[in-house]
Structure formats: C-alpha cells, structure tokens
C-alpha cells in the first residue's frame, strides 16, 4: 500500500508571492491533517479535512487555507508569503472515522518551504 | 499553543541504555500517541494508548499513562544508534478532530 505522499517536496519563494502544496492521503484514507513545523514553535496544526469538509482549524492568518477533493487528496495554500512561512509542511493522513477522537496518524516525508 | 510538554527536550545516552521521557498535557484526552521522527523526516507513528488504559508494550517500548497527573511516560530498553531521532508526544482530544503534538525530546544514543 502507498504511503502519503507531499509534493514538491522542497520549494524557494520570495516573500509576497503563493503557494500550493499538495497531499496523496493513503488509499482509503478520508482524512487530511497539515501541520507546520519550525525549529522554535515545533509542530502546529494547520487543519484538518474528512470527506472534503474542513472539521477543524488552527491559530493561523487567513492566509493559510485549504481544501479536500472528492477523491481524498488535500491542497494547502499560502498567499502573500512572510519570510516566517519557511518551514517544514506536514500531511498526515487517518481513517478519520473514529467519531470525534483521532486515532493514528501516517505522515508523508513534508514539503519544505523556504521563504527568501 | 501546545497540549503536550516533553521533559528532557534532549538526552544523551549509551547504547544498551534505556530511554525514558515524560509527557504532560493540559487538557482532557482521549488518547495519546507517541512519535518518532528522524531528522527532516515525516513523523512514525509508534504506539497509541487510550485514556482507559494504564499501560503498553509494543516491543522494546513501554508507554505509561497517568490521567490523574496528566501524564504519560515512554521508555525504549536496551537503545541502539538507530533510535536516535526525536519523540513527539501527541493527544488526541475529544470532540476535536485534531491531534495536538507537544515540543518534542530529541534522543542522541551513542554508539
């Protein structure tokens, strides 16, 4: 079975411009969490979508959004980029039908955003 | 903000050592994971343990939870070089959707 899978996996921008990161969640798999990991605020949760619903949101700007397709796989955007935007961008993908509660996690290997 | 809190944030020790580090979260729970993540790398997923549970093993780990203090515990026995990595902490919590993961415990063993 495919494990996640991020794309691109590295990328350089310059602050102003956007970007999309793309996740291939495990087969059968409905849903999508994103993190955000840097050196000094470790891991932080982005979002998380199941069945193309967006079910939970971080403490992030309106800059950071989102979406899930029909077929499971999940998009993250960034617009307007800041130099504080580099770091390691994380998809983890679940069953996400354990009600409420979540269960494992499977991580793809992220996306590394370095913004100049 | 983050749920959990890792104690050591680093440990250095011997291989054939064990390897215990603490985990403390703020809020109620129903489960809490435990992670591994190589350096730059995408998080593994090591063991889960439900907030009815007191105790589990899964190989040479050993994870403990105290929901009374809020805590949870991971001891890995007899470490090698290849444990070397950093461990996450990781609540899940009720009614949330979302998994919250604490700072971290980087883990250096030498051989």
């Known amino acids: 079975k495919a494990g996640v899978t991020q794309t691109p996996r590295y990328l350089i921008k310059t602050r102003g411009q956007q970007v999309t990161l793309s996740c291939s969640p495990i087969?059968?798999?409905?849903?999508v969490s994103w993190y955000q990991q840097t050196p000094g605020q470790g891991l932080q949760f982005l979002f998380e979508y199941f069945s193309e619903t967006q079910r939970n949101k971080g403490n992030f700007p309106g800059r950071f959004s989102g979406r899930q397709f029909s077929n499971s796989r999940s998009e993250m955007n960034v617009s307007t980029l800041e130099l504080g935007d580099s770091a390691l961008y994380l998809c983890?993908?679940?069953?996400?039908?354990?009600?409420?509660?979540?269960?494992?996690?499977?991580f793809g290997e992220g996306s590394r955003l370095t913004v100049l | 903000s983050q749920q959990g809190e890792e104690d050591p944030q680093a440990l250095s020790i011997q291989e054939g050592e064990n390897a215990t580090m603490n985990c403390s979260y703020k809020?109620?729970?129903?489960?809490l994971q435990w992670y591994r993540q190589n350096s730059g790398r995408g998080l593994v997923h090591l063991i889960l343990?439900?907030?009815?549970?007191r105790e589990k093993h899964s190989g040479r780990l050993r994870v403990t939870l105290d929901t009374s203090k809020k805590s949870s515990s991971l001891l890995i026995t007899a470490s090698r070089a290849a444990d070397t990595a950093s461990y996450f902490c990781a609540t899940g919590n009720t009614g949330g959707f979302k998994t919250i993961f604490g700072a971290g415990t980087r883990l250096f063993v030498k051989a």
């Open positions: 983890a993908s679940s069953r996400g039908d354990g009600g409420a509660a979540t269960g494992e996690l499977f």
């Open positions: 087969s059968g798999h409905r849903s």
């Open positions: 343990i439900r907030s009815n549970e």
């Open positions: 809020t109620s729970i129903n489960n």
